[in-house]
């Protein structure tokens, strides 16, 4: 009895390309259905894969989606993935939106929310130390803008809060985590105090 090796081989790699394609089927139906970032030990269990094997298809998922040329595609978040719009269609979706949301980042909220994300946790009185003025509206209104949370309490007198960033700040400035942050010099903290320095002195001056 002949067998035929390269009809056998062809059907199976027929078969890994099915399951393939079914996995990348279900991790797309899975993102756009949560909306949100989803944990890949999460996805990894509906497929009933190990985490290695998972994430090896979410990749060629989202190299995919960067070769097609398509609007959307799908961020990594400190170990969770999320689908999103790519950044270039928001001048068309603005058009199609009743009420677009674009938040407006003054010169002193980019100073505070670097001051965040490299010194988190951080509590107001440290930002305050760092940029020499009240920081109660610029963290407020980031709180607002859902690019920095409450992470807990000081176990210090007071109990202050601490602060961080969010998963939105990471999609924001397209980086998967706060590790891929550059590094910011002593010099630029300087600077950031001094430019603190001199908002407050024309202020006074109005």
């Known amino acids: 009895m002949k067998w035929d090796l390269c009809g056998i081989f062809t059907h199976r790699n027929r078969g890994l390309v099915w399951k393939k394609k079914k996995y ?4 797309e139906a899975i993102l756009f259905t949560m909306g949100e970032s989803v944990e890949l030990e999460r996805i990894a ?6 985490t290695e094997r998972t ?4 990749e060629h998922l989202m190299q995919r989606y960067e070769d097609d040329g398509v609007g959307v595609k799908i961020m990594e978040l400190d170990g969770s993935y999320q689908m999103c719009t790519k950044g270039e269609m928001y001048e068309y979706l603005v058009k199609i939106a009743k009420q677009p949301k674009k938040h407006v980042l003054t010169d002193v909220l980019l100073e505070t929310l ?4 490299y010194k ?7 930002i305050e130390k760092i940029r020499g003025v009240s920081c109660d ?59 603190a320095e001199a908002e407050m002195h024309m202020k006074l001056d109005i």
């Open 137 to 195: 509206h610029a963290v407020n209104k980031l709180v607002e803008y859902n690019l920095v949370c409450e992470l807990g309490r000081l176990d210090a007198p007071g109990r202050p809060l601490l602060f961080g960033t969010t998963e939105e700040f990471l999609r924001s400035f397209g980086v998967q985590s706060i590790d891929e942050l550059p590094v910011l010099s002593p010099v630029q903290v300087e600077e950031f105090k001094q430019e």
């Open 114 to 117: 670097s001051i965040i994300a």
């Open 45 to 50: 269990k509906t497929l009933e894969l190990d």
């Open 24 to 27: 990348e089927a279900i991790v």
């Open 120 to 126: 988190q946790p951080i509590t107001k009185a440290e």
């Open 55 to 58: 994430k090896k298809i979410i």
